[in-house]
């Protein structure tokens, strides 16, 4: 295939991501509420972390458990399936019609998120659903144990961190009010700013907890559910989790009540 034929290819994809975009992006606001249920078990996972009682991993595979034990467990999971399907194809059609290459890295990134989380939701529907902590801990300890591993892992542990960092700006900043068709009440306004701080807070420990697993701990590199035990083992530790989880809960709402008129994921 010759370049011209390269790109030619390139714009039909443009035109048709174009002409499909509302289609789209309306099936895709399904993968927001999916979304939306995932934050809202986590956060309860994290508060009962703080309280002591919780019975699984406070991450999306704990989550997904905690599904799959409940009566229309298997539905609701299909649905989880479904909705995360239909972000991947959201943001596909995104990164296609996307104007600048910012933009088009962000959708292809909520794009391989919408994908695992599927994929996890997928796994536990068909009853082989297995701890996303281990499976990190595990990919951990082999990136160690490779060539110049330590110093990749402390990379992805800055990034994440960095991550961190950014969610919060972005809270702080109200940079979520763009997310949404029409404007944003007071109360909508006060749970994103709530939820993207909160989420910040989650992901640069989760980043700083990477950057230390490379001294062989991988243990550290757990996940959220990780990074949640740690948070509850600081002075005033559960109060700071508590405050957390009720952030991740205030984001879970944002995205269940704001689902309908989002502009982007």
Do not use: C
Not at 52 to 62: E, L
Not at 66 to 81: D, N, Y
Not at 117 to 132: E, N, P
Request: aromatic letters at 6%; a positive charge.
């Amino acid at each position: 295939m010759s370049g011209n034929d390269v790109k030619e290819t390139a714009r039909q994809g443009e035109r048709f991501a174009e002409r499909h975009e509302t289609t789209v992006k309306r099936v895709g606001r399904v993968g927001v509420l999916a979304e939306g249920v995932v934050y809202l078990l986590v956060a309860w996972l994290a508060l009962q972390i703080a309280f002591g009682t919780a019975p699984a991993q406070a991450d999306t595979s704990g989550a997904m458990s905690r599904i799959a034990a409940q009566p229309f467990g298997q539905v609701l999971l299909a649905l989880l399936t479904l909705g995360f399907a239909a972000m991947v194809v959201w943001q596909v059609f995104a990164a296609v019609a996307a104007d600048g290459a910012a933009d088009r890295v962000k959708a292809v990134v909520k794009a391989v998120v919408a994908a695992v989380l599927g994929v996890t939701s997928a796994r536990f529907l068909f009853g082989g659903g297995t701890s996303s902590g281990q499976q990190q801990q595990t990919l951990t300890q082999r990136v160690l144990e490779a060539p110049g591993g330590a110093v990749l892992v402390v990379v992805v542990g800055l990034v994440v961190a960095g991550v961190g960092v950014g969610l919060a700006v972005r809270g702080l900043m109200k940079k979520f009010e763009d997310k949404v068709e029409g404007s944003l009440s007071p109360a909508l306004t006060a749970l994103g700013v709530a939820g993207w701080v909160a989420r910040g807070v989650a992901f640069g420990v989760l980043g700083v907890l990477v950057v230390l697993s490379a001294n062989g701990d991988t243990a550290k590199s757990r996940g959220l559910d990780a990074a949640f035990h740690e948070i509850a083992q600081q002075p005033y530790g559960r109060v700071l989790l508590t405050v957390v989880a009720l952030g991740l809960a205030a984001y879970a709402l944002f995205e269940l009540l704001t689902a309908r008129r989002r502009r982007r994921a």
